[in-house]
């Protein structure tokens, strides 16, 4: 199904009509789409596409000048980005909220905490503490990091602070889950274990992915959004997106 099409059941994150205006520039406008739950969604274009912009836009980062965005048919154009994300919007933190001076399990902690606070304020006791310990704890293992818990987040090499940053979007276990650019300056040898990791974050959830990488993109997607000039200019599976030759015009064919 296209990430175009619309009454095809309830997606789990979608927009409809969203623009974004910068003053009198319209960074994004007219983009509607459907991302339906467990697939994987890779949002690719040329620099200045919009495709940040929208990002923010979903998650509720930038101000809509005109559109709504629902998650799970709910309408949360009203929400601000904390209430997206109690309601089941998760995005991956950017590298400046790991604190650094403190453990990757204890990185972990504080954030589990935080978003049991956000759920139940008056949340209290031991159950609650041990809840948390072992919520922090899975996370650990399932971004692969069993054996750093005790490390200081400072001192983890790129690739490691990249896969905390996810692991700290999978604590509030989103429905949604949205990466911006999960790859960036991850060396070539811990890339595979990056893509392996957003593998097992999208089980179960949908994952909505900026990403630069092309190899990575028609890998892992099971549809590509690709963004030209504010509007979505195609969307589809890789092989089709691969083949589109406005694509291949506007994007993969200008030596990215
Ligand atoms: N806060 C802002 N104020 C004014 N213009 C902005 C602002 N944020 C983004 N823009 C402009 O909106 C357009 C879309 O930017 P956006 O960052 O969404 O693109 P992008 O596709 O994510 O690009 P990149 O791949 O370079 O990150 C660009 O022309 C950008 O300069």
């Known amino acids: 199904m296209s990430v175009l099409d619309s009454g095809a059941g309830t997606a789990a994150l979608a927009c409809r009509d969203v623009e974004v205006a910068y003053g009198a520039f319209k960074a994004i406008s007219g983009v509607s789409c459907d991302f339906m739950p467990g697939r994987l969604y890779s949002l690719i274009g040329p620099n200045g596409a919009g495709k940040t912009t929208l990002m923010n836009a979903l998650s509720g980062r930038a101000r809509l000048s005109r559109g709504r965005v629902a998650l799970g048919g709910r309408d949360i154009t009203a929400l601000p980005p904390h209430a997206r994300t109690r309601a089941g919007l998760g995005r991956s933190f950017q590298i400046t909220q790991i604190f650094p001076g403190m453990t990757v399990l204890e990185n972990l902690r504080l954030a589990a905490q935080a978003h049991r606070y956000r759920l139940q304020p008056f949340w209290r006791g031991v159950g609650g503490f041990r809840g948390i310990a072992l919520e922090a704890e899975r996370v650990l293992e399932d971004i692969g990091m069993g054996s750093l818990g005790h490390v200081d987040a400072a001192n983890l090499s790129h690739g490691d602070q990249r896969a905390l940053e996810v692991g700290l979007a999978l604590l509030s276990d989103p429905k949604v889950l949205l990466l911006d650019e999960p790859l960036a300056g991850?060396?070539?040898?811990?890339?595979?274990?990056?893509?392996?990791?957003?593998?097992?974050?999208?089980?179960?959830?949908?994952?909505?992915?900026?990403?630069?990488?092309?190899?990575?993109?028609?890998?892992?997607?099971?549809?590509?959004?690709?963004?030209?000039?504010?509007?979505?200019?195609?969307?589809?599976?890789?092989?089709?997106?691969?083949?589109?030759?406005?694509?291949?015009?506007?994007?993969?064919?200008?030596?990215?």
């Open 186 to 256: 991850v060396g070539h040898g811990d890339a595979a274990r990056a893509v392996d990791l957003i593998r097992r974050a999208a089980r179960g959830r949908t994952v909505l992915l900026i990403e630069h990488n092309m190899d990575v993109v028609m890998d892992i997607s099971d549809e590509v959004v690709v963004m030209l000039g504010g509007q979505i200019l195609a969307a589809g599976p890789p092989a089709t997106i691969r083949e589109d030759a406005r694509v291949r015009s506007a994007y993969l064919g200008d030596g990215e």
